[in-house]
Antibody, heavy 121, light 110 residues
Framework: QVQLQESGPGLVKPSETLSLTCAVS?????????WGWIRQPPGKGLEWIGS??????TYNNPSLKSRVTISLDTSNQFSLKLNSVTAADTAVYYC???????????????WGQGILVTVSS | QSALTQPPSVSGSPGQSVTISCTGT?????????VSWYQQPPGTAPKLMIY???NRPSGVPDRFSGSRSGNTASLTISGLQAEDEAHYYC??????????FGGGTKLTVL
C-alpha cells in the first residue's frame, strides 16, 4: 500500500523559505509516476504547485514558478522549497502521487494527510 | 492562468441526481480529455473520482460519471447518498504544461 507523509516546520517567517519533505513508502519514486505538491489555503480551494518525475522533469504552476523548487531526495523522498513567502502562502500543503501522460495530468493519489504551514512573524 | 469555474454549491435529496459543471477554455477543459474530478469531505485530503473526463478509478461507485461538451465538463452523481456530501473540485491539465483547479462546489445532501 502506497503512503505519503509530509514533514517540515509549521511556522515560517515572512520573506523566508518554506521547506517541506514528502516521504514515500510502498512504492519507489522511480516507478513511472510523477510526484507533486498541492496546497489549500484555510477555507479555500486547491492550488497546484508542481510535480516532478524521477528523471527530473517538472510541471510547475506558472504563477509560482520563479519561487518554487521541487526536487528528488535520497531515501525515496521528494521536497518542496518556496522562497520569499508571505501570508498568502499560508495553507495546508499536500504531497501526492500524480499521473501524467502525453495529454493529461491528474492527481491519481494517494495523497498525504497534509501539513498546515502558517506564514507569520 | 485562471481557475476553472464551478458553481459554489449544489444540493439534492437522497436518491436524486445532481450535476456539477466546470467551465474552462479551449486551452484546458476543451483540449483533449484532460479533466479530472476530486471529492473532499471535511477535514480530509481529496480523492480522485474521475480522470480523463469519463474514467472511474477502481473502487469509485458507478453512480459517479463524467462528461464534457466543448469547454464545459460535468460530474453527475446519481442515486445521491448522505455520504456523498463533500466539496467537489474539477481540474484540468493545460497547454502550458500545468494543472489548474476549479474553485470547488459544496454538495449538500438534504
Amino acid at each position: 500500500q502506497v503512503q505519503l507523509q509530509e514533514s517540515g516546520p509549521g511556522l515560517v517567517k515572512p520573506s523566508e523559505t518554506l521547506s517541506l519533505t514528502c516521504a514515500v513508502s510502498g512504492s519507489s519514486i522511480s516507478s513511472g509516476y510523477f510526484w507533486g505538491w498541492i496546497r489549500q489555503p484555510p477555507g479555500k480551494g486547491l492550488e497546484w504547485i508542481g510535480s516532478i518525475y524521477y528523471s527530473g522533469s517538472t510541471y510547475n504552476n506558472p504563477s509560482l514558478k520563479s519561487r518554487v523548487t521541487i526536487s528528488l531526495d535520497t531515501s525515496n523522498q521528494f521536497s518542496l522549497k518556496l522562497n520569499s513567502v508571505t501570508a498568502a502562502d499560508t495553507a495546508v500543503y499536500y504531497c501526492a502521487r500524480v499521473r501524467c501522460t502525453s495529454i493529461s495530468c491528474y492527481v491519481a493519489g494517494p495523497w498525504g494527510q497534509g501539513i498546515l504551514v502558517t506564514v507569520s512573524s | 492562468q485562471s481557475a476553472l469555474t464551478q458553481p459554489p454549491s449544489v444540493s439534492g435529496s437522497p436518491g436524486q441526481s445532481v450535476t456539477i459543471s466546470c467551465t474552462g477554455t479551449s486551452s484546458d477543459v476543451g483540449s483533449y480529455d484532460r479533466v479530472s474530478w476530486y471529492q473532499q469531505p471535511p477535514g480530509t485530503a481529496p480523492k480522485l473520482m474521475i480522470y480523463e473526463v469519463t474514467n472511474r478509478p477502481s473502487g469509485v461507485p458507478d453512480r459517479f460519471s463524467g462528461s464534457r461538451s466543448g469547454n464545459t465538463a460535468s460530474l453527475t452523481i446519481s442515486g445521491l447518498q448522505a455520504e456523498d456530501e463533500a466539496h467537489y473540485y474539477c481540474s484540468s491539465y493545460t497547454t502550458s504544461t500545468s494543472v489548474i483547479f476549479g474553485g470547488g462546489t459544496k454538495l449538500t445532501v438534504l
